[in-house]
């Protein structure tokens, strides 16, 4: 066990162990993302407590349970990922039918939304068996949490999530357009290898503002808020920002009435205050990410091409 849990069981039992927690039930648990003190007490205990580990990676779940002080042996836990698990959810309904509790948890953040578990808990619906889920880490949540989108009152609310865009590049160009005509924010994941090609992508959307995340919740974590042709220079301006796991939301597009105020708004500013200034007194005022506003004073500021008008 970890030094720094080794305490977390003891709290974990106080704080939920006096709960119901039924048998012949599948639980469906949330683990960190990056960081291991985001794990609930409520996800502790349960997997304390569950007859069986159903996970994404056995050596990787064994190693995340020590961690916690949770001593499982190598028979107690059971590979479910998405090579095996139509075949391997058979399994798991008879061990809940045989009245154990199981509880389900992918190599990080919440089981069934881009990771492996939707088609278990489909299955053990089907068969009318009780599933309950533990919330806790998710990488789109958290990344949304600290994109600063602002919705437009003119178009859609919420965010969709498109998880992984093809990796072939004329669909991935295709996808990119059917994400530019949506209204709401739309939120995609990307491997380290697939990034560049990604951001080219969205290139193609211009002034559209993308959040990126890097390594969410971890040592090296990184959050920035840029313009969408902007965003391969980004990501080649530090070797750094190629590594890690990636969560980027597309903002909604911004309505004419608010680009043509956010730029008045600016062009007042330029004119009395330097640049870095004038942008974060205009971010402080119209709620912009202001990496954005910079990309857009600098246009602003730059002189117009000969022949063209004032």
Same mark, same amino acid.
């Given at each position: 066990?970890? &030094? ?25 648990? @949330? ?10 007490? =409520?996800? !502790?205990?349960?997997? &304390?407590?569950?007859? #069986? ?5 056995? =050596?990787?779940?064994?190693?995340? !349970? ?30 809940? $039918? ?47 949490? @600290? ?25 991935? &160009? ?19 290898? $697939? ?9 193609? !959307? ?57 730029? #008045? ?30 990309? $857009? ?14």
């Amino acid at each position: 066990m970890s &030094a720094s849990f080794s305490s977390a069981l003891g709290a974990a039992l106080e704080a939920a162990g006096a709960q119901h927690y039924p048998q012949g039930t599948l639980y469906v648990v @949330a683990t960190p993302i990056g960081n291991l003190a985001d794990i609930s007490l =409520r996800a !502790l205990h349960v997997l &304390a407590l569950a007859d #069986r580990v159903a996970c994404e990676d056995t =050596r990787h779940t064994q190693a995340l !349970l020590r961690a916690y002080g949770i001593d499982k042996s190598g028979a107690q836990l059971l590979a479910v990922h998405q090579h095996n698990e139509a075949q391997a959810a058979n399994g798991v309904v008879d061990l809940l $039918r045989a009245g154990l509790r199981v509880a389900y948890v992918s190599d990080a953040g919440t089981p069934g939304v881009s990771d492996p578990g939707a088609r278990l808990v489909a299955q053990v619906c089907a068969q009318g068996l009780r599933v309950v889920p533990l919330p806790g880490a998710s990488s789109v949540t958290t990344v949304l949490s @600290a994109a600063g989108v602002v919705q437009d009152a003119e178009g859609g609310t919420g965010f969709v999530f498109a998880g992984f865009l093809p990796s072939k590049a004329t669909e991935r &160009a295709h996808a990119v357009q059917a994400l530019a005509a949506q209204a709401q924010a739309m939120v995609m994941l990307e491997a380290p290898h $697939r990034i560049e090609a990604l951001a080219l992508a969205l290139a193609a !959307l211009g002034e559209r503002l993308v959040t990126v995340g890097r390594e969410l919740t971890k040592q090296f974590e990184e959050i920035a808020t840029v313009r969408a042709d902007a965003l391969p220079a980004w990501l080649a301006a530090d070797a750094n920002r190629l590594r890690g796991e990636f969560v980027l939301v597309l903002h909604p597009l911004q309505s004419k009435t608010e680009v043509a105020q956010d730029d #008045r708004v600016l062009k007042l500013l330029l004119e009395h205050l330097p640049l870095k200034t004038a942008v974060k007194l205009a971010a402080d005022i119209s709620g912009e990410p202001r990496n954005a506003l910079y990309q $857009r004073a600098l246009a602003l500021k730059a002189p117009a091409p000969d022949g063209a008008a004032d």
